[in-house]
């Protein structure tokens, strides 16, 4: 039901309770090593200190955990059959006889030894200049990760972005932070009074897939 102008009802706003602290969380699939690179990479590639909600703020390390212990970090839906050429395109699909949680777990080791053999220190103990450099050289193939963990920064990207875009439903985005920063009404249901208001901007903040309202 609706005014006669055609603007929504109000509700009563639901809001999700707090969540666990991440240095609580209780890891789903994640060890304490692996954990800390998560928290301090996602915090690089999605940061703090811009006009917006950081990765940390909206718990992306908390879906990638998720991701990796449920179908997506074992390739449930995936072809996994080889053969498996490394050196093909991107464009020719995944290259690795590794599922993503694997991936995971042997990249991140081999890559903190690189930043302790390049810089004196793991990726989650160096300084923000430091770890933006090395991601930079992970990147771009410089840090010699054997060939089946070549997609690792590629995916750890993907993961970032995802966590932070997603419905909260599934650990990261927390509060809608995102959808609210881009003005993404998210999944409401409802557009019938909107497809003939052009250059009005929607009033409306986002709704999660639970019911949650931003």
């Known amino acids: 039901m609706s005014h006669s102008r055609g603007w929504p009802l109000p509700r009563k706003r639901r809001k999700a309770p707090p969540p666990v602290p ?18 301090a990479a996602t915090a690089r590639l999605i940061p703090s200190d811009g006009d917006g909600p950081g990765a940390i703020e909206t718990r992306v390390p908390v879906f990638i955990d998720l991701q990796l212990a449920g ?3 074992a390739a449930g839906d995936w072809y996994m059959e080889g053969p498996h050429d490394p ?15 694997e991936v995971y777990r042997q990249a991140i080791p081999a890559f903190d030894a690189w930043c302790e053999e390049t810089h004196g220190e793991i990726f989650a103990k160096l300084s923000p200049e430091q770890q933006d450099a090395s991601l930079t050289s992970l990147q771009k193939g410089d840090v010699g990760l054997p060939s089946e963990l070549r997609d690792f920064f590629t995916i750890l990207l993907a993961n970032t972005k995802e966590g932070y875009f997603a419905d909260p439903i599934y650990g990261g985005n927390h509060g809608m932070q995102s959808w609210v920063y881009i003005g993404f009404p998210g999944a409401r249901a409802a557009y019938r009074a909107w497809p003939e208001r052009h250059n009005v901007k929607y009033p409306l903040g986002p709704v999660s897939i639970s019911g949650e309202r931003a």
């Open 22 to 39: 991440l240095e609580d969380y209780d890891r789903a699939y994640l060890n304490a090593d692996e954990w800390a690179f998560v928290m």
């Open 71 to 73: 179908d997506y970090g």
């Open 87 to 101: 050196s093909a395109e991107p464009a020719r699909g995944w290259q690795s006889p590794l599922n993503p949680a």
